[in-house]
């Protein structure tokens, strides 16, 4: 999907030339269109189409981040490893990185790979923001962003990753109201994955002590494969397969 970006006559021409750059496009809008398009504002980077938009934002997470609340969350109790201070993760499917966040906040030192330019550009722009946040400063720190397939990446890294996680778009997720109409936005982007062997098997070819793969709480194990053992919530699932 060709995508077009419109930036604001009181924003940066410079970073609008960055991002188009970064993302492939060959020309800045001076008006916006009807169609799905990036539109760069004070306030940052925005995907947009009818209305709706997506940003990507790290604000509302806070509360989770705090070391309290974040020794309960699901997603660390999965990805924890023994006797390592500073794990090393490689988030091969980051999307808009709020996993990736909490892990980065939990100790855990993550490469986020993002294959969809686009995406990937929102991603970048909410990392850039969260750096002059003090509450945010520390954890975004230790987050480094690739736009790339990450297939392609692990099959040529050098550095062994301790963990993998992999939270591929899953056909069945559903949500409802105005947060499912703006993750609709992100759907026209990025379709659910239809290479998930490929994906698994770059995953383990890299010999990490574990594979963390997210799942809706009925959905299928991720290529078929059952793991080692699994936490579930209300309505989603962490597979954890020790190689």
């Not at 504002?41 to 997506?54: C, H, P, S």
């Not at 490689?90 to 999307?95: E, F, H, K, V, Y």
Request: proline share 5%.
């Amino acid at each position: 999907m060709k995508i077009s970006l419109y930036a604001d006559a009181d924003t940066s021409s410079a970073k609008a030339e960055e991002i188009a750059e970064a993302a492939g496009f060959s020309r800045i809008l001076t008006t916006p269109v009807d169609e799905l398009f990036l539109h760069l504002t004070k306030e940052g980077l925005r995907l947009e189409r009818d209305g709706l938009f997506v940003m990507g934002d790290f604000d509302a997470m806070k509360r989770r981040l705090k070391r309290g609340n974040l020794s309960g969350e699901m997603l660390v109790k999965a990805m924890r490893l023994k006797d390592i201070s500073e794990p090393y993760v490689i988030d091969a499917t980051a999307g808009m990185g709020e996993d990736s966040l909490l892990l980065a906040a939990a100790g855990f030192r993550i490469d986020l790979y993002e294959y969809d330019p686009v995406i990937a550009a929102l991603l970048s722009d909410a990392l850039s923001r969260a750096q002059t946040d003090p509450a945010l400063s520390e954890a975004v720190g230790r987050m480094k962003l690739f736009q790339k397939d990450s297939m392609s990446a692990m099959q040529d890294m050098t550095e062994k990753p301790d963990a993998i996680y992999l939270d591929p778009m899953f056909p069945g997720r559903k949500k409802s109201g105005l947060v499912g109409k703006k993750f609709q936005l992100l759907q026209q982007l990025e379709k659910p994955c239809d290479h998930e062997e490929e994906l698994l098997t770059a995953a383990l070819r890299l010999k990490p002590k574990k594979v963390v793969v997210k799942r809706p709480l009925k959905g299928p194990f991720l290529a078929g494969r059952k793991p080692s053992y699994s936490l579930t919530g209300k309505a989603i699932r962490y597979d954890v397969i020790m190689p």
